[in-house]
């Protein structure tokens, strides 16, 4: 039987990994951190790279070491009606409530702004760019994968162009670190990494990944592993090699042009400055062309589940509510979406993260369900506080009633004013229901199915 894949089979699955996860967050945020961090570079770069890179490559290992179909099948080990609501938020935050939203706006910001600004220019580009969605997404096409396959070595050679001009000819020298960078760089460079989604893309991507291993030939779960492993590699380097990168881009640019908004401008005005007028014209195009591939993707991902858990509702019906509300959000502006994003990241993530660690040690405690249950409280109780004080932030304001449990946490949880306070409780409680688990035998078997 067949148990691994030739070198190029494996390194075109890696390719296709890199396309899926390869979106407009994953070009805004290293070009932002790389500005905001400043002289603190490394050690923000390498916290972004973990949450950035680490955790999307261990998520899609996740799903394919514990042998689930599916996100929901594996987040089922908690509880089957936690498995719907938890897949159910995921897939609305990596698609019409702010992951979708972004592509429209970073084409936008990146492609547009150059030549036309404000809000009508958004409201327009934006019509066209989510009309097109819709259209595409209500009858998917080959056309679309085509496109998406000639897009993603076009953008990957345009950002080492671009990359490489930088590293020879700076656009400024680095300067000092600005906001959350001048503390802990390497936490808030952890956290920033969030803001990809793609480790919440991961347990949704993995499966994609799987079932196209096996369709050229795969069938033993070992085999399968094996090239999955191998893809992921060569996913997260070349993921990690643009990153690093960008955010150099980002950090020379601000001597010369200042700090911006948002990471949006950063790679436009770089496009300019190496390569002028027709520099901004390519990256825009391409740029706009692969967002609106991932935008179509997302779309019709969105539909498909949530048709799956809604039969009556035709596909097509969910295509069209999802991508309306999408483009609604898309004019609230880049900067809007990604404020309101992250306190809804703060709390998706430590649970996200907490069912990929529990995905690869569940056979040290017998699969029970009292680990996966115990685990997911403690990161909910702790995950739910972190967004509301994240919220409060957001809003400028305070949620009075709030602050003693913040004030525990802080006073008690390691990292927490690191935003990493989830971490060590969830490891204790795995560890301490673990052993109880182990304890109670085989027969407390009750997570996997």
């Keep these: 039987m067949k148990e691994n894949l030739s070198f190029s089979k494996f390194i075109a699955v890696g390719v296709m990994l890199f396309a899926l996860f390869f979106g407009a967050g994953n070009l805004i945020f290293p070009a932002q951190l790389g500005q905001l961090a400043g002289d603190n570079f490394w050690p923000a770069i390498i916290g972004f790279l973990i949450t950035g890179v680490g955790l999307p490559f261990l998520g899609v290992i996740a799903i394919g070491y514990s042998g689930s179909s599916h996100l929901q099948d594996l987040a089922s080990r908690v509880h089957p009606v936690y498995a719907v609501i938890f897949t159910s938020v995921l897939?609305?935050?990596?698609?019409?409530?702010f992951a979708a939203p972004r592509t429209g706006t970073v084409a936008f910001e990146v492609g547009i702004t150059p030549y036309a600004s404000g809000p009508l220019a958004l409201l327009l580009f934006t019509a066209i760019f989510f009309g097109i969605t819709l259209w595409l997404s209500l009858n998917p096409a080959k056309i679309v994968d085509r496109v998406g396959k000639i897009l993603a070595p076009g953008i990957v050679i345009l950002l080492l162009v671009l990359i490489a001009a930088s590293l020879l000819n700076p656009m400024g020298a680095i300067q000092p670190a600005t906001e959350g960078y001048l503390g802990n760089a390497f936490a808030k460079g952890f956290t920033e990494g969030y803001n990809t989604m793609d480790a919440l893309a991961a347990l949704v991507?993995?499966?994609?990944?799987?079932?196209?291993?096996?369709?050229?030939?795969?069938?033993?779960?070992?085999?399968?592993?094996?090239?999955?492993?191998?893809?992921?590699?060569?996913?997260?380097?070349?993921?990690?090699?643009?990153?690093?990168?960008?955010?150099?881009?980002?950090?020379?640019?601000?001597?010369?042009?200042?700090?911006?908004?948002?990471?949006?401008?950063?790679?436009?005005?770089?496009?300019?400055?190496?390569?002028?007028?027709?520099?901004?014209?390519?990256?825009?195009?391409?740029?706009?062309?692969?967002?609106?591939?991932?935008?179509?993707?997302?779309?019709?991902?969105?539909?498909?589940y949530f048709h799956s858990l809604f039969p009556k509702i035709s596909y097509k019906v969910f295509v069209t509510i999802f991508t309306t509300f999408t483009f609604v959000v898309s004019n609230f502006g880049l900067a809007n979406?990604?404020?309101?994003?992250?306190?809804?990241?703060?709390?998706?993530?430590?649970?996200?993260?907490?069912?990929?660690l529990m995905a690869f040690t569940s056979k040290l405690f017998n699969h029970s369900r009292l680990v996966y249950v115990s685990a997911t409280v403690v990161a909910l109780a702790i995950g739910i506080v972190d967004g509301l004080k994240t919220l409060a932030g957001t809003l400028g304001t305070e949620f009075a009633w709030l602050q003693p449990v913040v004030d525990f946490y802080t006073a008690y949880l390691p990292f927490y004013t690191d935003g990493l306070g989830w971490l060590i409780p969830v490891v204790v409680v795995m560890i301490l229901t673990g052993v109880v688990a182990r304890v109670m035998g085989p027969a407390a078997s009750t997570a996997e199915a």
Excluded at 91 to 97: C, E, H, K, V
Aim: charged share 5%; proline share 3%.
């Design 205 to 304: 991507f993995a499966i994609i990944v799987i079932n196209a291993v096996k369709a050229m030939g795969l069938k033993t779960k070992q085999g399968i592993m094996n090239a999955t492993f191998k893809a992921g590699v060569v996913a997260a380097s070349l993921l990690g090699i643009l990153y690093v990168g960008i955010a150099y881009i980002g950090a020379t640019s601000v001597e010369q042009y200042g700090l911006f908004d948002t990471g949006g401008p950063v790679l436009s005005t770089s496009a300019e400055h190496f390569f002028g007028a027709f520099g901004t014209a390519l990256l825009a195009i391409i740029i706009t062309l692969a967002c609106l591939t991932t935008a179509i993707g997302l779309m019709i991902a969105n539909a498909e």
């Design 91 to 97: 897939y609305l935050t990596i698609g019409p409530f």
């Design 337 to 356: 979406i990604i404020t309101y994003s992250v306190p809804v990241l703060m709390l998706l993530y430590p649970l996200a993260i907490s069912l990929i």
